[in-house]
């Protein structure tokens, strides 16, 4: 397993960038090797275009109860060995960080936001984007 591969080789190319396309719904596995959702979305910052959060999807069945995680982009690791990302989170303690339905989600994106996912991923040593 290669944890070192940043997320922006994901493509492989002799370049530093990675289409939104090819990020989507690219697996996503806790350190353990456990398949534990994908990637749903994309959080970008509009004044820098910086990616900020990977929108992770896990649970639910066929869309129903549904629920997505923002989850740093800086801690996905992509692993070419397992064609997918690899975050040092275990399902628990995702299933306890903030998690917003598919209409909450588009709703999202101000300063409450962004200190409610800083309250939670601070604890496990993720600082702030800014």
């Known amino acids: 397993m290669n944890l070192s591969t940043p997320a922006s080789t994901l493509d492989q190319p002799a370049h530093p960038l990675v289409l ?3 990020v989507l719904k690219e697996p996503v596995y806790n350190l ?3 398949k ?3 990637v749903s979305d994309l959080s970008i910052e509009k004044t820098s275009g ?3 959060y990977a929108i992770m999807s ?5 869309g129903i109860g549904e629920k997505f995680h923002p989850v740093p982009w800086s801690v996905l690791q992509y692993d070419i060995e397992r064609d997918g990302f ?3 989170l275990d399902e628990a303690v995702l ?3 903030p ?7 588009r709703s999202l994106g101000g300063e409450d936001y962004r200190e409610a996912l800083l309250g939670y991923y601070s604890r496990y040593g993720m600082g702030p984007y800014w």
């Open 20 to 22: 939104s396309s090819r």
């Open 32 to 34: 353990a090797g456990t």
């Open 36 to 38: 534990i959702g994908h």
């Open 50 to 52: 910086r990616v900020i």
């Open 58 to 62: 896990f649970g639910g069945f066929l």
């Open 86 to 88: 690899v975050v040092p």
């Open 95 to 97: 299933k306890d960080a």
């Open 99 to 105: 998690s917003y339905s598919a209409e909450e989600l």
